[in-house]
């Protein structure tokens, strides 16, 4: 096959849109549509699922989704693939089927399987997780797709998997073709998280051109080198500019060598150029051969937490806070939770116009292996202050129940130890094998920023907010958070200059400074000049995981905005 494939997305997460399945099918022309619903917190919470009920353990929103949309898709020959059946997809792929035959429609349904780990963690060195997944590649639903199946469901592939099989199917790439699958990796990391790549959690936000219509999502034109464009169905909201699709390559990486289970993609390799109006070309991807171990999420009961959120107004906040910190301490007695985590608040707020505006909002958290501990016993001692701590003592909801949470951590396994299986509709099982060449293991300094800096000093400078011509997006990775920084395309003649000075300024010590609870931790910087970018990966900033993170912003969603908001020295020029 040589013509483009074009391949759109319905969902970044589970809790996307429902609608947006159906958008997509009656918005315009498309050969596959993916839907992306997991991530590490959603393998966790299908992991309590399971433990409730065994047959669960997948999306069940794409259920709702199939029903109203699985015939349309059938109808206009339009290709599902989704990786919504979580820990249980041959159970998701019976209950499609179900639904399917209620409709009286006859769909080839397959589902990849393998990833599933838990019956062998033991053997693994996995001991006692509540979920353990491999992350497997596309050719799994390339054999699916290349068999007949009209919808693919999947356990942990890797997100972009739900594009390169796809692909593989249709130009039919070799699992050499590094190239290939390195532009169809880019292109189904840009189409993951759905909105995201049309405007959604983007910081330059202001610039769309009517926020009053829900952002279209988003889907990509890939031909048979690898190559794509980005663009949306016309007539959907938000915008695709070189901007939004850069927000989306620089989110949640790590180094510039991006490992996968089909391909090593290199990022700095990847050129975007604007093709007309809503429409991004990525060209130029590398690629080589993928790593010799597959990565495995692994969650893991943790205990159980809770927390109680004090409100603090007026004059003397800080002591405010020191008081009642001291008090609940004294309450918790000599056996206090095993970990008790305070947020900050400022000392003061001086004449707001607000009784809101003069308040701050004083968060305790604590964690523990025993419910007990953190239930009944922690919120009373917090009640019990009311009418003896600070003056205007309030809390901003009623005491509530200590709830499990999970401890996330990545781990990595030897390709051996994955069956990697495609199950047909007419239940025939087809083997996946693993790629005929394998890297060794990379050391992840691909792209680390060099000290000192090729640069050269600034003279005349102003003390500006550093977002005033550089857009961020952050989130997590497991304990660690990413911030990706990239000067904005607005059509300064300075832009080259803009970006050698960006890549100057954020180093390790320049990150500690911007981001002070990062002072004691590992901080890495990769430097992306294709895209004008800076990629900043924060070691351990998140703790253990967004279910078990005591931070303010749990998954750092909000990193990048704070840190555009910073005040730093900018040659004047610049600016």
């Not at 998997?161 to 130009?171: I, T």
């Not at 395309?489 to 500690?512: C, E, F, M, Q």
Request: hydrophobic share 40%.
């Amino acid at each position: 096959m040589t013509a483009l494939l074009r391949i759109g997305n319905c969902s970044g997460f589970y809790g996307d849109r429902l609608s947006a399945m159906r958008e997509m099918l009656e918005g315009g022309p498309l050969d596959v549509l993916t839907g992306d619903y997991l991530a590490e917190l959603t393998m966790l919470i299908l992991g309590k699922d399971t433990m409730k009920d065994p047959s669960l353990g997948y999306a069940r929103t794409f259920v709702r989704q199939a029903e109203d949309c699985l015939g349309l898709a059938l109808e206009r020959d339009v290709k599902i693939v989704s990786n919504a059946g979580g820990l249980n997809p041959a159970g998701l792929a019976e209950r499609l089927r179900e639904v399917a035959q209620g409709l009286g429609l006859d769909p080839s349904i397959a589902h990849v399987e393998g990833d599933d780990l838990r019956a062998r963690a033991g053997d693994l060195g996995l001991d006692g997780p509540l979920t353990a997944n491999a992350y497997l590649g596309g050719f799994g639903i390339a054999a699916a797709l290349d068999a007949g199946a009209d919808v693919v469901v999947t356990g942990r592939v890797t997100d972009a998997s739900l594009v390169v099989g796809p692909a593989v199917a249709h130009f039919g790439w070799r699992p050499t073709a590094y190239d290939e699958l390195a532009g169809a990796v880019v292109a189904g990391h840009i189409l993951e998280c759905g909105t995201q790549a049309t405007g959604g959690n983007f910081s330059g936000f202001a610039d769309l051109p009517d926020l009053d219509r829900p952002l279209g999502f988003p889907l990509a034109e890939i031909a048979a080198d690898g190559s794509s464009v980005v663009t949306k169905h016309p007539g959907t909201g938000g915008l695709v500019t070189l901007d939004t699709v850069t927000a989306q390559l620089v989110y949640e990486i790590q180094s510039n060598h991006y490992l996968g289970p089909d391909v090593t993609t290199h990022l700095d390799s990847i050129e975007l150029s604007d093709d007309g109006p809503d429409r991004v070309r990525v060209s130029g991807v590398r690629g080589s051969a993928p790593p010799e171990q597959l990565k495995v999420c692994v969650n893991e009961l943790g205990g159980w937490r809770n927390s109680v959120e004090l409100v603090l107004t007026g004059l003397d906040i800080g002591a405010k806070a020191a008081w009642v910190r001291t008090q609940l301490t004294r309450a918790l007695g000599d056996t206090p939770p095993a970990t008790v985590h305070w947020s900050s608040v400022p000392d003061r707020i001086l004449d707001a116009s607000t009784e809101e505006g003069a308040s701050a909002l004083l968060r305790c958290t604590v964690l523990d292996p025993s419910p007990d501990v953190v239930g009944k016993r922690f919120t009373a001692a917090a009640v019990e202050l009311a009418l003896g701590s600070y003056p205007g003592f309030t809390m901003t909801a009623p005491p509530s129940p200590p709830t499990p949470y999970g401890v996330y951590r990545p781990a990595y396994v030897d390709r051996s130890a994955v069956t990697h299986e495609v199950v047909l509709a007419d239940g025939r099982r087809v083997p996946v094998g693993d790629p005929p060449e394998l890297s060794a293991p990379d050391d992840g300094t691909a792209g680390l920023r060099p000290s000192p800096y090729p640069a050269p000093t600034d003279t005349i400078t102003r003390r500006v907010p550093l977002g005033s011509f550089v857009h961020a997006r952050s989130g997590d990775k497991g304990g660690d958070a990413n911030l990706g920084l990239w000067v904005v395309h607005d059509g300064s003649p300075a832009y080259d200059d803009r970006v050698t000075w960006l890549a100057k300024l954020i180093n390790p010590r320049k990150v500690r400074e911007l981001i002070p609870e990062a002072a004691d931790l590992d901080v890495e910087v990769h430097v992306l000049p294709n895209l004008g970018a800076v990629n900043v990966l924060i070691r351990g900033l998140l703790g253990e995981g967004v279910a078990a993170s005591t931070r303010f912003d749990p998954q750092a969603k909000g990193l990048g905005e704070w840190v555009r908001s910073r005040l730093v020295n900018i040659e004047g020029t610049l600016l």
